[in-house]
């Protein structure tokens, strides 16, 4: 949905994969392999969502990142929103 406005790229598919895991935190390769990307991929894109707070971060073990929508942060609700709204809005079928 979001790609139909900001185009098919690596942050919208994780922005859009992130939000159909609807806050359960799951890791970077689970989101590589959903999103079509590579792991290389995710992990740059995914450290400035992490920055600014619209992403959290979970460690599971030592190796092992997972993550998250922050649904507390402003923007990340935004983004939400408008997720689901295009979706809403969407001819079905």
């Known amino acids: 949905m979001l790609e139909k406005i900001f185009g098919r790229t690596a942050r919208t598919l994780v922005l859009e994969n992130l939000i159909g895991h609807n806050s359960e935190f799951t890791h970077l390769s689970g989101i590589a392999r959903e999103a079509g990307l590579s ?47 295009l979706l809403e809005k969407s001819p079905k079928g």
């Not at 920055?51 to 983004?79: D, H, M, P, S």
């Open 39 to 85: 792991h290389s991929s995710v992990a740059r894109v995914i450290e400035p969502l992490v920055k600014n707070n619209i992403v959290v971060e979970k460690g599971l073990g030592r190796q092992v990142r997972t993550f998250a929508l922050n649904e507390e942060n402003a923007e990340a609700k935004l983004v939400i929103k408008l997720y689901h709204d």
